[in-house]
């Protein structure tokens, strides 16, 4: 058994809970929302555009967004995005990185900051062991699980 999981909840819930989201961050409403952010991007093989809400993170670095999805390559070489947090529309560069160290650093920090419960709810964990993890097993939660961090700062 793991000793952290990822964990999402059912795939309706989800789309309903961003379909409320992308309607609410734009909104006057969206200024008083500060754990969400509303990420708009171009797909840099479909040239299709996104908008995709996620749990904001922030360091003393910037912001950040922690994820397993698929969408985060589009930030691999950097790319792009308008993002719309606590009420603002700002012009982002956003970078994923391939750093695993850092990856795994990002992450260990700020599951031990939300505690159990908090990184359950904002990152989408869960704990079988009922602890929080150790380096090796936020190293192999990430590796298992694709878990990756697209870093947002302002356009250079």
Request: aromatic letters at 8%; zero cysteines; a positive charge.
């Given at each position: 058994?793991?000793a952290v999981e990822g964990h999402q909840?059912?795939?309706?819930?989800?789309?309903?809970?961003?379909?409320?989201?992308?309607?609410?961050?734009?909104?006057?409403?969206?200024?008083?929302?500060?754990?969400?952010?509303?990420?708009?991007?171009?797909?840099?093989?479909?040239?299709?555009?996104?908008?995709?809400?996620?749990?904001?993170?922030?360091?003393?670095?910037?912001?950040?967004?922690?994820?397993?999805?698929?969408?985060?390559?589009?930030?691999?070489?950097?790319?792009?995005?308008?993002?719309?947090?606590?009420?603002?529309?700002?012009?982002?560069?956003?970078?994923?990185?391939?750093?695993?160290?850092?990856?795994?650093?990002?992450?260990?920090?700020?599951?031990?900051?939300?505690?159990?419960?908090?990184?359950?709810?904002?990152?989408?964990?869960?704990?079988?062991?009922?602890?929080?993890?150790?380096?090796?097993?936020?190293?192999?939660?990430?590796?298992?699980?694709?878990?990756?961090?697209?870093?947002?700062?302002?356009?250079?």
């Amino acid at each position: 058994m793991a000793a952290v999981e990822g964990h999402q909840p059912p795939a309706p819930l989800v789309k309903a809970f961003n379909g409320v989201l992308r309607v609410l961050l734009p909104s006057p409403l969206g200024r008083g929302v500060r754990e969400f952010l509303l990420l708009a991007f171009t797909g840099r093989r479909s040239g299709r555009r996104y908008r995709v809400p996620v749990t904001a993170h922030r360091d003393a670095a910037g912001l950040y967004v922690l994820t397993p999805a698929g969408w985060r390559h589009n930030f691999a070489g950097g790319a792009d995005a308008d993002v719309k947090f606590a009420g603002r529309t700002t012009p982002m560069r956003g970078v994923l990185l391939d750093d695993e160290a850092v990856v795994v650093a990002l992450y260990l920090d700020r599951i031990t900051e939300l505690g159990l419960r908090g990184a359950a709810r904002q990152i989408g964990l869960r704990f079988p062991a009922g602890r929080l993890p150790t380096r090796d097993e936020v190293t192999e939660l990430v590796r298992r699980e694709h878990f990756g961090v697209v870093r947002l700062s302002a356009p250079t």
